[in-house]
């Protein structure tokens, strides 16, 4: 059979397969690996997977890819970004060195919304720009989806800038995007002190006007989600407000998401569970209770440890605890300019083996198979199955535990999305 793409002779392929839905507990530790396996893709589709010589038996191929010494694994999926922003926060990274903590940053009125009087001031095409630069970086360093997220606009108008500039990226970058309104992430500066009113807009004029760009847009048109999401903590929104904003997404018909257990266990993460979410994200100070909840749920457990190596701090979400209690989980950057100024999901997966005591295989399917899961795509992304989008990387090393074992570097030689050669890194 004739094909378009044969990858060939991969030291390891490792599938990350997992037809029945999200990994969880135990078989998050198995990656699928294949021995000199190879891949075969026509019209952006996987068709066929397995060991090599069976495989260039049955299929010949328009581009022949010899992956020798390589490591063939699917294309990194980053499910929880902030990436469309402008300026940045280097100032603030050197008060927390002299020894101001996040919050209180954010209290004095620096934090997130610093970020939104920079976003807010830039001209489209310089937030676009700068969005740009960063999803660059993304998908050299292996990332092939992102989920990006609003919440630097904080006002109608600039929260329709936000997923306006989404748009273009998503149209004009290999990396595909996956939209989110976060219209709750701050309190904003007119409405300080007035935190009910600011939702009352977020609810009644902001999340109706963003579910009708959305329903006008490609994304729609193309099957992908748009999902609302909410900041559940001190100083942000208490969980009757998150309520609001939860459910209003849920009567327009999207699919949520919540930032909970971040530094306060505030009861966010039982009324995401309880109205559905597809992931509850954060979880640093998710109680023992909390993951029993987790590992019961179909809700994606989402886990972050960037932020906490980049805010310097010694503790980290339990992971081993929500994998080890049957939750499925999924790592991300959260890439943002305060708390994870950070493009690269091989490092999130270095931090998360050492200080969280994931395996590498259970990081790896946390930023594939599982990531995907989180951004509802998990019928078409995350994983090197036939019917699935060839979505792969071709990573220099011998084998995947190397992606989670080095560090510093970057190991990814290829990219190919949707079965297109994107990005070449390295010659080899
Ligand atoms: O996921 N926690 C809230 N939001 C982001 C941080 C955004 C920012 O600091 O600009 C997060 O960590
Ligand atoms: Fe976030």
């Known amino acids: 059979m004739q094909v378009d793409l044969i990858i060939h002779s991969a030291q390891q392929l490792v599938t990350c397969a997992s037809p029945a839905g999200p990994k969880r507990g135990a078989a998050m530790a198995d990656v699928g690996p294949i021995a000199n396996g190879a891949v075969a893709v026509r019209d952006g589709r996987i068709v066929a997977v397995g060991p090599s010589a069976a495989l260039c038996q049955h299929y010949v191929a328009g581009t022949l890819v010899d992956a020798a ?11 929880h970004t902030h990436v469309v922003y402008a300026g940045d926060r280097v100032t603030e990274f050197e008060q927390r060195i002299q020894g101001a903590s996040y919050l209180e940053i954010m209290d004095a009125g620096g934090g997130i919304v610093s970020t939104m009087a920079a976003t807010r001031a830039s001209a489209p095409e310089q937030l676009i720009a700068e969005s740009r630069a960063r999803l ?5 360093l292996g ?38 309104f976060l219209g709750a992430h701050a309190v904003p500066p007119e409405f300080s002190g007035q935190p009910d009113a600011y939702v009352d807009l977020v609810v009644r004029e902001m999340l109706p006007a963003a579910a009708a760009w959305y329903r006008s847009s490609h994304f729609a048109q193309r099957g992908v989600p748009f ?6 903590e001190r100083g942000a929104f208490d969980v009757s407000q998150s309520r609001r904003v939860l459910e209003a997404g849920r009567a327009l018909g999207l699919p949520l998401k919540a930032h909970v257990d971040e530094f306060s266990a505030l009861g966010g993460l039982a009324l995401a569970l309880e109205l559905g979410a597809t992931s509850v994200d954060h979880l640093d100070v998710t109680t023992a209770e909390g993951i029993a909840q987790l590992a019961a749920s179909n809700a994606i457990a989402v886990v972050i440890p960037a932020v906490n190596f980049n805010l310097g701090s010694g ?18 950057t959260d890439i943002n300019p305060g708390s994870a100024p950070c493009p690269s999901l091989p490092l999130v997966m270095a931090i998360a083996c050492r200080y969280q005591r994931l395996l590498p295989a259970e990081a790896l399917n946390a930023v594939t198979i599982n990531a995907a899961h989180a951004l509802g795509l998990g019928q078409r992304l995350g994983s090197l199955e036939v019917g699935k989008q060839a979505d792969m990387l071709l990573v220099q090393a011998p084998d995947y535990r190397h992606l989670a074992y080095q560090f510093g570097d970057n190991l990814v030689a290829q990219v190919i999305k949707n079965g297109q050669m994107v990005e070449q890194i390295a010659d080899w």
């Open 69 to 79: 010494g390589m490591v063939v694994c699917p294309g990194f999926v980053d499910c």
């Open 143 to 180: 990332t092939t989806t992102v989920e990006a997220k609003t919440g630097y606009g904080l006002s109608l108008e600039s929260e329709l800038k936000q997923l306006a500039a989404i748009a273009p990226l998503d149209q004009n970058h290999p990396i595909e995007l996956v939209p989110t």
């Open 136 to 140: 660059d970086r993304m998908l050299r």
């Open 315 to 332: 503790h980290f979400a339990d992971a081993r605890a929500m994998v080890d209690a049957g939750a499925a989980l999924a790592l991300t």
């Open 227 to 232: 999902f609302v999401d909410v900041f559940c």
